[in-house]
């Protein structure tokens, strides 16, 4: 498997775009993550789904923030509008065993947003 | 909810020292506590976690102890080495994590 793939890796866009960041976790797992990391507030659990649903979203910020997850193998992030303060990495993450019977995390490399 | 405290924040050994990283956690319900290492520009990677049901595990250099009644567990590097240098986060079973700690080791 080629692990976790996230897309873009990198996005540079301006205040008030929308923005869409995309995940496709490795086959066979049933869990995915969306996580923020920033050098002030560290790795922020923002979404976790299982089998494509999503189950606790309390770490979104606010309501420009939005995440799907339309089948078993794409997730999506979107922001909109984007804010300079939404610049980060965000990181997608799958599991086989989520919430309270953790295995390992298996992160995507991330796609750093820089929001001008 | 969960919360996970994480110290220290930074740390800077001299190759060949050890070095202690130690988390609490507020939830008296978890069970697992895995410890993720992110090297520079990489991904988090798990590098070792412990379930409630032992008090300690190591795998090489690396170690986890685990006292359920104070709600702490630490990670243990031993005969440390530069390659060692990176932020290292715990977590508890609710994949809420620390806020990481960023070992520094001079050769």
């Known amino acids: 498997d080629a692990g976790v793939i996230q897309s873009p890796r990198h996005e540079v866009t301006e205040m008030g775009q929308e923005v869409t960041l995309r995940c496709k976790p490795i086959s066979g797992h049933d869990y995915l993550f969306w996580y923020r990391q920033t050098m002030m507030r560290g790795l922020e659990l923002l979404i976790y789904?299982?089998?494509?649903?999503?189950?606790?979203d309390s770490g979104m910020p606010e309501d420009r923030f939005s995440a799907k997850m339309p089948n078993a193998s794409f997730s999506t992030l979107k922001i909109q509008p984007s804010e300079p303060r939404d610049s980060a990495v965000y990181f997608c993450?799958?599991?086989?065993?989520?919430?309270?019977?953790?295995?390992?995390?298996?992160f995507g490399e991330g796609s750093r947003l820089t929001v001008l | 909810g969960e919360n996970v405290e994480q110290h220290p924040s930074t740390l800077s050994v001299q190759e060949g020292d050890s070095a202690v990283i130690k988390c609490t956690y507020s939830?008296?319900?978890?069970?697992?506590f895995p410890w993720y290492k992110q090297e520079l520009g990489k991904r988090p990677q798990l590098i070792i976690d412990i379930r409630s049901n032992v008090g300690e595990k190591k795998d090489q250099r690396i170690a986890v102890t685990l006292n359920k009644t104070a709600k702490h567990f630490s990670l243990h590097i031993t005969e440390t080495q530069p390659e060692d240098s990176a932020v290292y986060f715990c977590a508890g079973d609710k994949l809420i994590f620390g806020t990481g700690t960023r070992l520094q080791v001079f050769p």
């Open positions: 939830d008296s319900a978890s069970n697992y």
């Open positions: 993450a799958s599991s086989f065993l989520g919430i309270r019977n953790t295995g390992e995390l298996f």
């Open positions: 789904f299982n089998n494509n649903v999503p189950i606790d």
